[in-house]
């Protein structure tokens, strides 16, 4: 197999040849057609995230098919199309497994942080945190819902179902799903991006904004919730400031710069602020069987495995429209 591998957080991805990993004992080995680039990858990458497991390959947005069965896989077939999350493992015996919230495991491991991720060109992982993907989209079109869909639909369930009018912060690759869901759920989105980025507020639109504007303005109206997907902590008391009472902002990033001071008067109200960390496999079954129904496309750019490095610097640089994908 080929992958793209993280040695030391600041470095840049090296192009490796390793032999074919086999699927141990309840796992699947999978032949990936397509990686998605998220922008905790570039966490990872970059040492915000201080947790890796080194050498790592990165990715946790993966799509492929099953090439071979480890001892004792029930529920899947080679040749079947799945995705992989970036939820790789939880205990299944803390607290929180216990409860419902394996998202919040006390020894969780993560797809591209602990676990050899998906930029490459095959991978292993734990069947029981894998999922078939149904539906007419490609692979490439797939992967973003592996992470920017399944987080995005987390943070819109936070943000409460009788939330008609719906702010989001930061309109890449999450806010375009979010946005097809919630229209499609006939909720309003209101757009906001960074001050005179008029392609991501056109492209807010043409994903069925009813608003789109500069984060530094307020919305036209007064917003049930919204959801940051931006890492900039100054959009927190904006947030704030544009919800009703009651209302809920929503922070669906995995790190954050941080958030300034504010008055305890933006949050009064019973305003609730919350963040949403990781998923829980009920949430990839529920989103990967909701998306084909609406049906989400996603916009994507592709890249070839090799140029891991120069995707993830469009990332950074605010350079996508939409998503990127990686295929080997
Ligand atoms: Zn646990
Ligand atoms: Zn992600």
């Not at 991501?200 to 530094?216: E, I």
Request: charged share 20%; glycine share 12%.
């Amino acid at each position: 197999m080929k992958a793209m591998i993280l040695e030391q957080p600041g470095t840049a991805l090296k192009l490796v040849q390793r032999p074919d990993p086999p699927p141990g004992p309840g796992q699947i080995q999978v032949a990936i057609t397509a990686c998605g680039v998220c922008r905790t990858d570039l966490h990872v990458v970059d040492g915000d995230l201080t947790e890796p497991r080194l050498p790592i390959i990165p990715g946790h947005e993966i799509v492929g098919r099953v090439s071979a069965l480890g001892a004792g896989v029930e529920g899947f077939k080679t040749g079947d199309r799945v995705g992989i999350p970036w939820l790789g493992h939880s205990c299944g015996c803390c607290s929180y497994c216990q409860s419902g919230a394996e998202n919040l495991c006390d020894e969780p491991g993560f797809t591209g942080y602990q676990i050899d991720g998906g930029y490459a060109d095959m991978t292993v992982a734990d069947a029981r945190f894998c999922f078939p993907l149904h539906g007419e989209a490609g692979d490439a079109e797939c992967a973003p819902l592996l992470c920017a869909g399944l987080i995005g639909y987390r943070s819109l369930v936070m943000a409460g179902a009788e939330s008609m009018r719906l702010g989001v912060y930061g309109f890449g690759a999450a806010a375009h799903i979010v946005a097809q869901v919630a229209c499609y759920q006939r909720r309003e989105i209101y757009a906001f991006t960074s001050p005179g980025d008029a392609a991501a507020q056109a492209f807010a639109l043409d994903m069925g904004a009813v608003w789109a504007g500069d984060s530094d303005k307020s919305p036209p109206r007064e917003l049930d919730a919204a959801i940051i997907f931006a890492p900039v902590g100054s959009l927190v008391p904006a947030a704030l400031r544009a919800v009703r009472k009651g209302g809920v902002v929503v922070c669906g990033g995995i790190h954050m710069s941080n958030i300034p001071s504010f008055p305890y008067g933006i949050l009064w109200g019973e305003r609730v602020l919350r963040s949403v960390a990781n998923l829980t496999r009920q949430d990839a079954i529920d989103f990967l069987e909701l998306a084909p129904k609406i049906p989400v496309r996603t916009h994507i750019e592709e890249y070839p495995l090799e140029q891991a490095n120069e995707a993830l610097y469009a990332l950074r640089s605010g350079n996508l429209t939409g998503a990127a994908v990686l295929r080997p």
